[in-house]
């Protein structure tokens, strides 16, 4: 069998029929490594942060690889389980914070070890704005803006209907247009 | 304004992952397998453990209260008939 020539969902039920971490995995891997870095690093903005979470998207991927049922495809539940992994990471670091009781200075030179500030620039900038939103909703516009995901996907991935998905989405745009609607 | 600006978003340069990423991960998921089968191990060796005990425990029991004590089936040396 050659792993190249299945298509994802073909190749996550050959993945599920594997004692191990074999061919099938393997190539699975190799087909989401990028995608899932992507989603990792928009959504945790580190480096660091993003390797372990995106090491971590992949271990539960392959704990869970027998439980895919196929309702949708296996990309959207990839992308799901990535998202989740993020969020999680990200509201126990929001919970660490808290507790240490840091100060929003010391999060914003935390981030991003390896980006030059030079370039990091704007974008910087855009990201802290998106940290007055609930981690879900930021990670929404993340997706939808960054990274063009439609709202039918973002509805699947994040379990909501269309039209719910399209109003979050929308009051989360009002909410920072609010809020630094002065400042821009 | 708040569509532009989030469509600035993608402008975000992405690094790609780091070079060791499948090693690291292959190793994490060793690690993680490893880790389940040992408390897997701890627990289904733990219960018949603790069964065992717990039969020997009531056997003792009755065998105090009531000066009997009939092994089951399995339960070791069947007395010579």
Known sequence: MNVTELNDEELAAAAAREGSDGPAFVALVERFRQRVWQICYRLLDNEHDANDAAQEVFVRLFLNRGKFEGRSKYSTWVHGVAVRTCLTIRRGRGRRRKHENTTSDDSIDGRAPGRPAAEAGLSLDLMQMLEILDEEDRAMLILKYAESYSHEELAEIFGLSVSACKMRISRACDKVQKHFGDQK | ?81
């Open chain 2, 1 to 81: 304004m708040a569509t532009d600006l989030f469509e600035r978003l993608a402008d975000l340069p992405i690094p790609a992952p780091p070079p060791t990423f499948n090693k690291a991960l292959h190793q994490r998921l060793n690690n993680r397998l490893l880790a389940g089968q040992l408390l897997d191990l701890a627990v289904r060796g733990f219960g018949f453990a603790l069964w065992h005990l717990a039969r020997a425990g009531v056997g003792l029991l009755t065998l105090t209260l009531t000066g009997k004590f009939e092994p089951r089936s399995g339960d070791g040396p069947r007395p010579a008939p």
